[in-house]
């Protein structure tokens, strides 16, 4: 397995896997495809790693800049991560994940924030203690992982690409 950063001739695959890797999902709301070419498009696509295996990509994870409580000041949402349904639970969605945080660290980020599940996010060290809050959210959703001693806390807003559109 290699992981790289996304090339341009990447673009179609990793729409396709995150549409493939999200369809069977019930919380899916069907855009997180969408949502990365948003980012993208927005210039807010900070990282964006993908796995490759024989030539095929097999794995996608976005970075992007985030606000807590109105100021941008180097935290990062992590999201969202896709891997190929024929390749889940084999550690690709980690390596995926580690890697895009150790860069995060070597660009003196503050931290890392992520709508998931605190049972599967936790092994990274993304903490939920109620003091970051997302949209009407139940807080345990909403966790945050600090370098150096940082802390997250206050409202939490994704960049523009990534939040929910008015209805």
Same mark, same amino acid.
């Given at each position: 397995m290699i992981l790289r950063t996304e090339r341009p001739s990447d673009i179609e695959a990793i729409y396709q896997l995150t549409k493939a890797a999200f369809a069977p999902m019930a919380y899916s709301d069907g855009t997180e495809q969408d949502c990365i070419n948003a980012l993208r498009d927005d210039g807010d696509l900070t990282l964006s790693l993908v796995a490759e295996i024989d030539d095929e990509i097999v794995g996608h994870v976005a970075f992007s800049p985030v606000t807590l409580n109105g100021i941008s000041d180097g935290w990062f949402g992590l !999201? *969202? @991560?896709s891997v190929a349904t024929t390749h889940q639970k084999s550690g690709i969605g980690s390596a995926l994940i580690n890697q895009g945080l150790d860069w995060l660290k070597s660009q003196n980020a503050k931290g890392c924030v992520l709508i998931g599940d605190p049972n599967y996010y936790a092994r990274f060290g993304f903490v939920s203690n109620g003091d970051l809050t997302y949209h009407d #959210? *139940?807080?345990?959703?909403?966790q945050w992982l600090g370098f150096d001693g940082n802390t997250a806390s206050g409202k939490l @807003?994704?960049?523009? !690409? #990534?939040?929910p559109k008015p209805a």
């Amino acid at each position: 397995m290699i992981l790289r950063t996304e090339r341009p001739s990447d673009i179609e695959a990793i729409y396709q896997l995150t549409k493939a890797a999200f369809a069977p999902m019930a919380y899916s709301d069907g855009t997180e495809q969408d949502c990365i070419n948003a980012l993208r498009d927005d210039g807010d696509l900070t990282l964006s790693l993908v796995a490759e295996i024989d030539d095929e990509i097999v794995g996608h994870v976005a970075f992007s800049p985030v606000t807590l409580n109105g100021i941008s000041d180097g935290w990062f949402g992590l !999201g *969202p @991560i896709s891997v190929a349904t024929t390749h889940q639970k084999s550690g690709i969605g980690s390596a995926l994940i580690n890697q895009g945080l150790d860069w995060l660290k070597s660009q003196n980020a503050k931290g890392c924030v992520l709508i998931g599940d605190p049972n599967y996010y936790a092994r990274f060290g993304f903490v939920s203690n109620g003091d970051l809050t997302y949209h009407d #959210l *139940p807080t345990k959703y909403v966790q945050w992982l600090g370098f150096d001693g940082n802390t997250a806390s206050g409202k939490l @807003i994704f960049s523009r !690409g #990534l939040e929910p559109k008015p209805a």
